[in-house]
C-alpha cells in the first residue's frame, strides 16, 4: 500500500468514525426524548446480542427491490422493508413479491414528510392510506410504522397505539441514501452493530442502487460468518 492508500483509509476512518460518533449522539438524545418505540434490544424475546434486524427504508424501487429478494434468498436471510405509499402505489406488484417470499412490509408513510409538521388529519392519511394500499394488494395488515426522518411526536405515537402499530425507530446507520460508496456503508454499519441491533439501509434509484446491492451482500457476508443470526422485528 502507497503513503497517500495508506493516508486515504486513514481520512476515511477518521470520517467514519465521526459519522458514527454523530448518530450516536443524536440517537442518544433521541430516545430519551422521542415516544417510546422499537429501538435496540428493548423488547423482552430480543435480548440476545447477535441477533440483528435487517430494514431497507423507502421502495419499493424496481431497481433494487427484486435484486435484494434474490440476494436475501441465497443467503436464507428474511428482512423487514419499509415501504413509502406512493412507491408502492408505482410497483405494487415490488410490494406484493416481498410478502409472497416470507419478508415483512412495514408502513414509511404516504409522502414521507416530517410527521412533526403535519396537522392531525394529515398523520391519520399519511398512516392509514399506507396501510389500506397494503392491504389492497395483499390482505395484510402492517403492524410496523417507522417515521421518515425517524421523528415522530405523541400525536402519532397515540394513533399507532390505536391502531396497535410498533413504532420502530433506527439503529445501525450509513448515511447510504447519499452514494457515498459501499465500503463506507459496510465499515460503518459493522462499527455500530456493537452496539445496535436494527440495521438501517437504504432503497433507492440508480444513484444508489448498487451500493446499495453490493452492501447488503457484504454486511451479509461478513455478519454471518460471524454468527449473527438475523430474525423479524416483531
Ligand atoms: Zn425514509
Redesign the pocket.
Known amino acids: 500500500m502507497s503513503r497517500n492508500d495508506d493516508r486515504y483509509k486513514k481520512k476515511e476512518q477518521l470520517e467514519n468514525q465521526a459519522h458514527n460518533l454523530h448518530f450516536a449522539l443524536i440517537s442518544h438524545i433521541a430516545r430519551n426524548i422521542l415516544p417510546g418505540g422499537y429501538w435496540r434490544k428493548n423488547i423482552a424475546s430480543h435480548q440476545d446480542k447477535s441477533t440483528l434486524h435487517l430494514t431497507f427504508?423507502?421502495g419499493p424501487y424496481p431497481e433494487t427491490t427484486p435484486a435484494l429478494l434474490d440476494l436475501l434468498d441465497e443467503f436464507g436471510v428474511k428482512a423487514t422493508f419499509?415501504f413509502?405509499g406512493k412507491h408502492i402505489r408505482l410497483h405494487p406488484d415490488l410490494a406484493l413479491q416481498v410478502l409472497e417470499r416470507g419478508h415483512d412490509i412495514g408502513n414509511?408513510s404516504m409522502t414521507?414528510r416530517l410527521m412533526l409538521t403535519l396537522s392531525k388529519a394529515e398523520i391519520e392519511r399519511e398512516i392509514d392510506d399506507t396501510n389500506a394500499l397494503i392491504t389492497d394488494i395483499s390482505g395484510y395488515k402492517s403492524r410496523l410504522f417507522r417515521p421518515?426522518?425517524g421523528l415522530l411526536d405523541n400525536r402519532t405515537a397515540r394513533m399507532l397505539q390505536n391502531r396497535r402499530m410498533v413504532r420502530v425507530y433506527w439503529g445501525a446507520m450509513a448515511s447510504d441514501f447519499k452514494p457515498i460508496g459501499t465500503d463506507k456503508v459496510v465499515e460503518r454499519i459493522l462499527q455500530q452493530i456493537k452496539n445496535e441491533n436494527l440495521i438501517v439501509l437504504?432503497e433507492g434509484g440508480n444513484k444508489i442502487a448498487g451500493q446499495t446491492l453490493a452492501s447488503t451482500r457484504r454486511i451479509l457476508q461478513i455478519t454471518l460468518d460471524k454468527g449473527y443470526r438475523f430474525e423479524p422485528i416483531i
Do not use: L
Open positions: 427504508d423507502d419499509f413509502i414509511h414521507h421518515p426522518y437504504h
